[in-house]
């Protein structure tokens, strides 16, 4: 765990153009519509040796009774309360204004330790007058930066770092288990994150596109320790309209590269839709170890075989994932939820398995004997032996003496075979054919 920087202010200040600039690489939406960034997002970065966790803000619009506007307040809040750093970014054109003066107000309540910086100071040498006015504000000197052009940001950063000199953090385990919640719009994939972590830290509203970065939060409790990375749902590409979802959209298979384990939210009042299927495909091509969620089953009617048959109905519509678990939740009531921990940690740990090469060539051995391997024009394939090459996702490598002899359906029945013996449930199975020449011995 790092130190925590909020960068916080009213809207459209450049507060994500900064927090982008800092972390050097583009992590926070950024357009000039006010509101753009929602949740809080975060990233660790470094300045000199010094290393901490920078997290962006929704705009703070004190006084809005906007739904959407109320819920970016509280969560720039909750980023507040948590952080041992703020930075208040406001913009220089605009000048100090009064949402700048109950923002500042709203920091002095809190007690922490704040930087003051003026963006939009788009040119070197001497600070413009105008900075002045904002010594108003009663939080200090005030640090000039253009945060699209890169000026002043290392005196931020080095204001930062002095800052930073007294916080003592204490000792925490780093191996977690990243988890990202995914799936089509209002599926309820910010609701399951907080309900585990206990609090509002995502926005929650009925209106499908609320959660448009993925957010990071940090779970520990009697089984292990997790990273769950919360995502904007993901539409179909003719429906991404505008810019700032087409980014989510982006951001959001960023996190299936970064999790261990995908977590595929279904709607149980909608069944598996194509949508559904196109999401849940990107998780197996990248050979993430999944779970298939589904939720909102506390407004489902049921009877003795309702489980079976939508089982049944998920395996027949998703047929390339057949390895993955099925659960059946309420993020709402916090029905079944405990039990994705176990279902969390079994398939992670067979994501990583390896198995000993003598194991794997007794299972080869035993498999060619109950089926035959499959001839054409006279010449049968001879699978010769098997070794394990890498793990997550597990990838297999058999020698062969003519690959183009391996079809897919005694592909299929090899990876069926090692399921039967190892289990690997949840995590996709790779198998790799390879040519041996005549002089290959083994």
């Known amino acids: 765990m790092h130190p925590l920087v909020a960068v916080v202010g009213r809207p459209n200040v450049g507060k994500s153009t900064l927090f982008n600039k800092i972390a050097g690489q583009r992590l926070s939406i950024v357009e000039d519509t006010p509101g753009v960034t929602r949740d809080?997002?975060?990233?660790?970065?470094?300045?000199?040796?010094?290393?901490?966790?920078?997290?962006?803000?929704?705009?703070?619009?004190?006084?809005?009774?906007?739904v959407i506007l109320a819920q970016m307040r509280r969560q720039a809040q909750i980023a507040i309360e948590k952080a041992h750093v703020v930075v208040m970014l406001?913009?220089?054109?605009?000048?100090?204004?009064?949402?700048?003066?109950?923002?500042?107000?709203?920091?002095?309540?809190?007690?922490?330790?704040?930087?003051?910086?003026?963006n939009k100071v788009d040119r070197p040498g001497d600070p413009p007058p105008e900075l002045y006015e904002f010594y108003?504000?009663?939080?200090?000197?005030?640090?000039?930066?253009?945060?699209?052009?890169?000026?002043?940001?290392?005196?931020?950063?080095?204001?930062i770092c002095k800052e930073l000199e007294s916080v003592v953090l204490p000792a925490e385990e780093e191996n977690a288990?990243?988890?990202?919640?995914?799936?089509?719009?209002?599926?309820?994939?910010?609701s399951l994150v907080n309900?585990?972590?206990?609090?509002?830290?995502?926005?929650?509203?009925?209106?499908?596109?609320?959660?448009?970065?993925?957010?990071?939060?940090?779970?520990?409790?009697?089984?292990?320790?997790?990273?769950?990375?919360?995502?904007?749902?993901?539409?179909?590409?003719?429906?991404?309209?505008?810019?700032i979802e087409r980014y989510s959209v982006v951001r959001s298979y960023m996190a299936v590269d970064r999790a261990d384990v995908v977590l595929?939210?279904?709607?149980?009042?909608?069944?598996?839709?194509?949508?559904?299927?196109?999401?849940a495909g990107f998780a197996h091509e990248k050979g993430k170890a999944a779970v298939i969620v589904v939720n909102k089953w506390d407004t489902v009617e049921k009877d003795g075989n309702t489980v079976k048959r939508y089982?049944?109905?998920?395996?027949?519509?998703?047929?390339?994932?057949?390895?993955?678990?099925?659960?059946?939740?309420?993020?709402?009531?916090?029905q079944r939820v405990e039990k994705l921990y176990e279902m969390i940690n079994s398939v992670d740990e067979q994501h990583r398995r390896r198995i000993p090469t003598g194991l794997l060539n007794d299972v080869l051995a035993d498999s060619v004997m109950k089926v035959q391997p499959p001839s054409d024009k006279g010449k049968r394939l001879k699978l010769k032996y098997m070794t394990q090459v890498s793990s997550e996702p597990p990838v297999f490598v058999i020698f062969v003496n003519?690959?183009?002899?391996?079809?897919?359906?005694?592909?299929?029945?090899?990876?069926?075979?090692?399921?039967?013996?190892?289990?690997?449930?949840?995590?996709?199975?790779?198998?790799?054919?390879?040519?041996?020449?005549?002089?290959?011995?083994?």
């Open 264 to 279: 595929i939210l279904i709607d149980a009042n909608q069944g598996v839709t194509e949508q559904d299927t196109k999401i």
């Open 195 to 243: 309900y585990i972590l206990g609090e509002n830290r995502l926005l929650v509203s009925d209106i499908p596109g609320t959660t448009r970065d993925a957010v990071d939060a940090v779970k520990e409790n009697e089984h292990g320790r997790y990273v769950f990375i919360d995502t904007a749902g993901i539409r179909r590409k003719n429906k991404i309209y505008d810019n």
């Open 40 to 66: 809080r997002i975060f990233f660790d970065t470094e300045w000199n040796g010094k290393k901490f966790t920078l997290v962006d803000t929704g705009g703070i619009e004190p006084r809005s009774d906007d």
């Open 311 to 334: 089982s049944e109905k998920i395996r027949e519509d998703l047929k390339y994932m057949s390895y993955a678990p099925i659960l059946f939740i309420s993020a709402k009531t916090g």
């Open 136 to 159: 108003n504000l009663g939080l200090g000197d005030p640090y000039p930066v253009s945060a699209s052009h890169g000026l002043g940001i290392g005196d931020l950063l080095d204001a």
């Open 402 to 442: 003519d690959a183009e002899l391996f079809h897919f359906s005694y592909q299929r029945y090899i990876e069926n075979q090692l399921r039967e013996t190892f289990g690997f449930e949840g995590s996709p199975i790779r198998i790799l054919a390879r040519e041996t020449k005549k002089e290959d011995k083994f």
């Open 177 to 190: 288990i990243k988890v990202a919640v995914i799936g089509k719009p209002n599926v309820g994939k910010s």
């Open 90 to 118: 406001t913009d220089i054109r605009t000048g100090m204004t009064s949402t700048d003066s109950e923002v500042a107000q709203m920091l002095l309540r809190a007690d922490k330790k704040v930087i003051l910086c003026v």
